[in-house]
Structure formats: structure tokens, C-alpha cells
């Protein structure tokens, strides 16, 4: 079964520090969202991707955060400056179709722990 | 907006048995969709069930089944026949119908099974 291919499972940076999280989504996709958890807390929306730009995000996804689809495979996400409280698991998704009907069809990675210190 | 609450942070269960998760949403819309998604310790989010607003039916997956009350705004699952593979953290997840895409999470429900 096609999956969601996210690397590294951890990282481990200094706050201040630019990171970038790497998501590999099903070929056929073409939405491609991100989506993180800190710890004990509910999974929250940062952003998702359409036609190489954004097409909808949340308060969460402000100016430290970026995302790329750098090639026909990747899509990243990038923390500039990452601080303490940007540690957290952050998931990538991807669905074949999107907003207008869709039921379902996202497929979602296992995630990168990222630990800022 | 669209909050998603579910009030046991955990449950547990013995082997063949049968147990209820619940889930609680508010919204305004009146057509929308509801999942149920399982995180084993493997991390990795996975689709359990899912239920449009709009079918008056409950939706069932094998040993999974939902009640569905839209009056109640309520959305429990049901795992029959529980196995050790079910052991999980549960999320139950909204999503509006026609527009945008993110979806709106509970905190989650830990499940154990008791052999």
C-alpha cells in the first residue's frame, strides 16, 4: 500500500536554529498538508498545498514557517528560528483530491519528533 | 468554529470485548464529515472510520461501528470483539464538506486492551 514517507523520525536542534522536515507524499497526490501534535495535546492544521502554493493555513503558520515542494517528490516544511515551543510531532499528509466533496483519501506519514533545546 | 472534544483520556478494555469511545463536536454547518483515526505506537495515523453529516446511516468497518447522533452532535465508536491490535490512541476528527481542508482533532482517547 502506497505510504507517506517522512524523514527523520527525530531531530534533535537548537533553538534559533533553522530545521527542515522532509515528506515524501503518494506520487499520485496532489494536496499535501502538515499537521503537528505537542505532546499531550490534540493534532492542530498548519497548512496545506495546492498547485505549488499555499491554499489554506492556520494562525499556528506564521512567518517562521515556510513550505516547498522542492522537486516532484519532496514537499518540506521549514522552521526558520525554531524556539522551545516548537517541539512537537509533525505530521505531513497528502490526499489525491481536496476540499470541494472529498470524504477522506489522506494518507499520513508516521511523523518527525522534532525536540528544540 | 469547530471544536472536537472527547472527554476520556483513557480507556481500557479486556480481549473480545466491547468498548465505547466518544466524541463530541460543535458546529454551525449543517453537512460535514466525521472520522475516527487510530495512532499506534508506530506513530502513524490511521483511517478507522468515516461518517458524512448528510447519511442518516451509521457507518460500519468490520469489528468498527460509530452512533451517530447529529441532533446530540455526538460521534462515539464502537470496537467489538477488541483485539490487542487495537491498543492505540484514538482521534476523532472533523471536516467541513465543501470547503477547505484541514481537519479540526480531539485530544484523543489511549486505548489498551487487557489480554
Known amino acids: 500500500e502506497p505510504e507517506v514517507t517522512q524523514t527523520p523520525s527525530h531531530q534533535v536542534t537548537q533553538m534559533g536554529q533553522e530545521v527542515i522536515l522532509r515528506c515524501v507524499p503518494i506520487?499520485?497526490?496532489?494536496?499535501f498538508y502538515w499537521y503537528r501534535q505537542i505532546l499531550g495535546q490534540k493534532v492542530e492544521f498548519l497548512v496545506s498545498f495546492y498547485n505549488n502554493e499555499i491554499s489554506e493555513k492556520s494562525e499556528i503558520f506564521d512567518d517562521q514557517f515556510s513550505v516547498e515542494r522542492p522537486d516532484g517528490s519532496n514537499f518540506t516544511l521549514k522552521i526558520r528560528s525554531t524556539k522551545l515551543e516548537d517541539s512537537a510531532m509533525y505530521f505531513c499528509a497528502s490526499s489525491e483530491v481536496g476540499g470541494f466533496g472529498s470524504a477522506g483519501g489522506y494518507t499520513f506519514g508516521s511523523g518527525t519528533r522534532l525536540t528544540v533545546v | 468554529a469547530q471544536t472536537v472534544t472527547q472527554s476520556q483520556p483513557e480507556m481500557s478494555v479486556q480481549e473480545a470485548e466491547t468498548v465505547t469511545l466518544s466524541c463530541t463536536y460543535d458546529?454551525?454547518?449543517?453537512?460535514?464529515?466525521l472520522f475516527w483515526y487510530k495512532q499506534p505506537p508506530s506513530r502513524q495515523m490511521i483511517l478507522v472510520i468515516r461518517?458524512?453529516?448528510?447519511?442518516?446511516q451509521n457507518a460500519t468497518e468490520n469489528r468498527f461501528s460509530v452512533n451517530f447522533q447529529k441532533a446530540a452532535k455526538s460521534f462515539s465508536l464502537k470496537i467489538s470483539d477488541s483485539q490487542l491490535g487495537d491498543a492505540a490512541m484514538y482521534f476523532c476528527a472533523y471536516r467541513r464538506l465543501n470547503t477547505g481542508n484541514q481537519f479540526y482533532f480531539g485530544t484523543g482517547t489511549s486505548l489498551t486492551v487487557i489480554p
Open positions: 506520487s499520485n497526490h496532489l494536496y
Open positions: 461518517q458524512e453529516a448528510y447519511k442518516q
Open positions: 458546529t454551525s454547518e449543517s453537512d460535514y464529515y
